[in-house]
């Protein structure tokens, strides 16, 4: 099974700082890579597919990136409604498996 | 607007059974294919189960295989998770997502309590 593992696993920064979330792969996941944002208390909701694809509705101050192993979560102006614990999900292959997540919070 | 309702959760004993429903709405459920992921208290993300637009397709993930069945009616609609031999590990808010094979859609989760 492809292991995935998040860094920071708690993150705190201020409102407008530019904020990246990284996702490492256990291995080669072919940038099928999906970013989840969970907000406290609700459903999990699709941001990024496929390492760079912003989902329809999604702000566009969120971006991804990356290749091979390592993929990276970027928001480039925090705002106050950010807040809350981001996944990572790998999709190359079966079993799909999600990183253990970020929390991001306000400083 | 794309809708998914799950229903059937609950508090059940170990070693019994449950069957958790996912009505949908909004799209053309038979173009889709479909999944299940759970969320124990407090902690992360684990993906289920996922079937494919037919039916005929499915996928489980190692701590349910075996155990768990996912199913769906496409006349109805309607997405299922059968959960034979529970455990208290298996103790999770349930979500049904629409399988693009991105999740792009999520219903609100139903909560299953495993205790005796």
């Given amino acids: ?107 | 607007e794309v809708q998914l309702v799950e229903s059937g959760g609950g508090l059940v004993q170990p070693g019994r059974s449950l069957k958790l429903s996912c009505a949908a709405s909004g799209f053309t459920f038979s173009d889709y294919n479909m999944a299940w992921v759970r969320q124990a208290p407090t902690k992360g993300l684990e993906w289920v189960a996922s079937i494919s637009y037919g039916g005929s397709n499915t996928h489980y993930g190692d701590s349910v295989k075996g155990r768990f069945t996912i199913s769906r009616d496409n006349a109805k609609s309607t997405l299922y998770l059968q959960m034979d031999s529970l455990r208290s590990e298996d103790t999770a808010t349930y979500y049904c997502a629409r399988h693009q094979p991105e999740m792009d859609a999520w219903g609100q989760g139903a909560s299953v309590t495993v205790s005796s």
């Fill in chain 1, 1 to 107: 099974d492809i292991q995935m593992t998040q860094s920071p696993s708690f993150l705190s920064a201020s409102v407008g700082e530019r904020v990246t979330l990284s996702c490492r792969a256990s291995q080669n996941i072919n940038k099928y890579l999906d970013w989840y944002q969970q907000k406290l208390g609700e459903a999990p909701k699709l941001l990024i597919y496929n390492t760079n694809n912003l989902h329809t509705g999604i702000p566009s101050r969120f971006s991804g990136s990356g290749s091979g192993t390592d993929y990276t979560l970027t928001i480039s102006s925090l705002q106050p409604e950010d807040v809350a614990t981001y996944f990572c999900l790998q999709r190359n292959s079966w079993p799909l498996t999600f990183g253990s997540g970020t929390k991001l919070e306000i400083k």
